[in-house]
């Protein structure tokens, strides 16, 4: 498999302010202090720990139990984000009963990037505007060049998140805000989050009958595997608007970065996506390992999920870029 390449755009957008361009009422009130406090706590705090990792190991070490816990607990909040805050609840790739749903939105907030309606608020817009004036988090935004290009990149992994004025959710996910039971479960947010954090600490000291046992699975699949999980998922903002393959048509920069494929879910097979946003399948071609998806699959087996849009032969041959010729 070859490396991936640098996508360059030969005139990217000049987009100094993610806001410009937007209708009137695409912007929702600001963040109150409150939230803006909690924001930086569950960025900050997991990205420390992760800076951590390295002397924590040579401090304690680690043990199969906070392996396991760690994998469980990334997994499961992982699909929460892809299976759940994406690909149902932002793009419709497929119909699920009111358990699931809520249930799905719970798991999504474990993964502690916000509450499932700001979440869909903001990334329909991002779809609406992507690589554009008015997209909250394009890398492009300062234009193309090194310099240009790292502050954007910065931008789209994590300065985005600062930005005090949030997205309508009543312009861009409406459909969630009259959800009584999801917005309810949205609105739980903190008691997720909280809840992501815990319970790992507390079957860790369960299974290993100790304090040490309890601290060391809340460092690993608490703190680090929270950082993890938002870094991999950030960098589907940053990195894949910016690095890797574009087989399929589309009207962005979306790419397709193979390395994420397995920590992200299969959302970093994001070039497809961006062609064909509704799609329940984002890794559609040989060899493209999309674990969101099965589950999805194993969800309709079960009766839990049904009107899937798995992807379409016709429209995706409609859509896959043709090779240049050497004369062209």
């Not at 401090?59 to 690909?87: E, I, M, Q």
């Not at 793009?91 to 009963?97: N, P, Q, R, T, V």
């Not at 290993?208 to 999980?229: D, E, H, I, K, M």
Request: include cysteine; glycine fraction near 10%; hydrophobic fraction near 45%.
């Amino acid at each position: 498999m070859s490396a991936p390449a640098l996508t360059r755009p030969s005139a990217p957008p000049r987009t100094a302010d993610p806001n410009a361009g937007l209708p009137a009422n695409a912007l929702g009130a600001e963040k109150g202090a409150l939230e803006q406090i909690t924001l930086y706590v569950f960025v900050i705090v997991p990205f420390l720990a992760l800076a951590a990792v390295v002397p924590a190991v040579w401090g304690w070490g680690l043990s199969w139990t906070d392996v396991s816990l760690f994998v469980g607990f990334y997994f499961l909040t992982l699909l929460g984000v892809t299976v759940g805050y994406h690909r149902h609840f932002t793009h419709g790739s497929f119909k699920a009963g009111k358990p699931l749903r809520v249930a799905l939105a719970a798991v999504g907030g474990m993964a502690i990037q916000g509450p499932v309606v700001q979440w869909v608020a903001d990334h329909r817009r991002h779809h609406a505007f992507a690589d554009r004036e008015g997209d909250p988090h394009s890398p492009w935004r300062y234009g193309s060049g090194a310099w240009n290009l790292a502050r954007g990149m910065f931008h789209a992994h994590l300065g985005w998140l600062f930005d005090r004025r949030q997205t309508n959710a009543d312009r861009y996910a409406p459909d969630l805000v009259k959800d009584t039971a999801v917005r309810r479960t949205s609105r739980l947010f903190v008691v997720w989050a909280l809840l992501s954090l815990a319970l790992p600490g507390l079957i860790g000291g369960m299974v290993t009958g100790s304090w040490t046992g309890a601290w060391s699975a809340f460092f690993w699949a608490g703190l680090v595997r929270v950082a993890l999980l938002h870094h991999v998922t950030w960098s589907i903002n940053s990195v894949c608007h910016v690095v890797g393959n574009r087989p399929f048509t589309s009207r962005d920069r979306a790419t397709n970065f193979w390395p994420l494929a397995i920590l992200s879910g299969g959302e970093s097979w994001h070039n497809l996506h961006h062609a064909d946003p509704t799609c329940a399948r984002h890794g559609v071609l040989r060899g493209q390992i999309d674990i969101s998806a099965r589950i999805i699959w194993v969800f309709e087996k079960l009766g839990w999920a049904k009107d899937v849009k798995w992807p379409d032969p016709v429209r995706l041959a409609a859509k896959r870029r043709q090779p240049v010729s050497a004369t062209s």
